[in-house]
């Protein structure tokens, strides 16, 4: 069965999610500081009338903490109450909530068969492989596929 993800850069690190649970890109770094918010929450975005919360998810993969520059992007993902029908039956799984991540740059869309798609190395951290779904490979680099239910976890 093929799979899309959506890439995207954070530092060194090219990374993928699932498309159908991506509900737009965005590029608004217009937050609101949240007071004694944990160093993962980059604020609050008024998204249209709606509340987003931004979360920069550098520090779950082993990052340290980004500053907001030209080509970061937010990919705002769909609450579970908006992901299709066929985004379940894919397993895909996001939160009952409007969440944003903040990424480096936005990279393709890139389409693979779920054979394709391997297990985490070995030698990747644990604290950070669980945030892994697995790795694709693509022409001189791989693609860290993101577990976006493990990832809303952190810390």
């Known amino acids: 069965m093929e799979k899309q993800f959506m890439t995207f850069s954070i530092a060194d690190g090219i990374y993928g999610i699932n498309i159908l649970g991506i509900k737009e ?3 608004s770094s217009r937050f609101t500081a949240v007071p004694l918010a944990a160093d993962h929450l980059v604020g609050l975005l008024n998204l249209r009338g709606q509340i987003v919360t931004i979360l920069d998810m550098s520090l779950a993969l082993g990052y340290k903490t980004r500053d907001i520059h030209d080509e970061t992007s937010l990919l705002i993902m769909k609450t579970n109450m908006e992901l299709s029908h066929v985004a379940r039956k894919h397993g895909i799984d996001t939160h009952t909530d409007q969440v944003g991540f903040m990424v480096d740059r936005i990279g393709d869309v890139i389409s693979c068969d779920e054979s ?3 297990s ?3 030698h990747i951290d644990v604290d950070v492989s669980k945030y892994l779904e697995g ?4 022409d001189d680099s791989l693609v860290g596929i993101i577990n976006v239910p493990e990832l809303l976890k952190y810390p």
């Not at 790795?135 to 693509?138: G, P, Q, T, Y």
């Open 25 to 27: 890109i965005n590029y």
């Open 116 to 118: 394709e798609i391997e």
């Open 120 to 122: 985490v190395p070995a």
């Open 135 to 138: 790795v694709v490979k693509r």
